[in-house]
């Protein structure tokens, strides 16, 4: 069956710090791979998707990055943080053969400070 | 462009209540529309997609092209129903689009 995992799980970074969220699924091949931020009031904010190695979508300009250096990891990054970058970050899978549900990891609390 | 809207940030009902969670859209095309579901320290999960029609632990939705909406709902809830519950929209093959959440309360 198919898994997806992220790390960490937790994360308390300086502002100007620099910031890298991997996630990995297993168990499938070529999926699409996302990052979602959860924010209170605000809902789930899709920041980046990819639809293949090297293939990264910027849905909202900000001052993250995304990557996607093998099939299925994908890593969320930031040069320097802000107080704003504060979140929870979710990365999501789908496989396109069985059609558009996604699935979630369990996701990873940032506190800028 | 494609927006999902969910009115109510919460909604707080007493067990054995009725419950209806509203989700309104707006898509030119064909949608796919989903009600995903987070309970307390657990991770984001599909509760039910409108193309497969079913119930999940007792909660039902049709989707009203005429009205653009995806309305979640319970006959009698239960406790162990309080969540958060997202509404999403799916448009193609590489996004989804969620509302912003309504968190359900149900007391005893």
């Known amino acids: 069956s198919q898994t997806i995992h992220q790390w960490p799980a937790t994360l308390v970074q300086p502002v100007g710090s620099p910031l890298s969220l991997e996630c990995t699924v297993e168990g499938t091949s070529n999926p699409n791979l996302y990052w979602y931020r959860q924010a209170a009031g605000r809902g789930l904010q899709l920041l980046f998707y990819s639809v293949g190695i090297g293939q990264i979508s910027s849905e909202v300009p900000q001052n993250l990055s995304a990557s996607r250096p093998q099939d299925r990891q994908f890593i969320l990054s930031s040069k320097k943080l802000l107080l704003s ?12 053969s069985s059609g558009n549900t996604i699935y979630f990891g369990e996701g990873s609390w940032l506190t800028v400070v | 462009a494609q927006r999902v809207t969910q009115p109510e940030k919460l909604l707080s ?10 989700c309104n859209y707006s898509y030119s095309g064909s949608p796919e529309l989903f009600w995903y579901v987070q309970y307390s320290r657990q991770r984001l999960q599909l509760l039910l997609r409108h193309i497969s029609r079913e119930s999940i632990k007792g909660f039902t939705a049709d989707l009203n092209k005429g009205e653009t909406s995806f309305h979640l709902k319970k006959p009698f809830a239960q406790e162990e129903d309080s969540a958060m519950y997202y509404c ?3 448009y193609g093959y590489s996004t989804l689009t969620f509302g912003k959440g309504t968190m359900l309360l149900v007391s005893p």
Do not use: I, M, N, T
Request: one cysteine or more.
């Open chain 2, 88 to 90: 999403a929209l799916s």
């Open chain 1, 85 to 96: 970058d504060s979140g929870f970050y979710l990365c999501a899978w789908r496989q396109r």
């Open chain 2, 13 to 22: 009902v007493f067990k054995g209540a009725p419950v209806e969670l509203k």
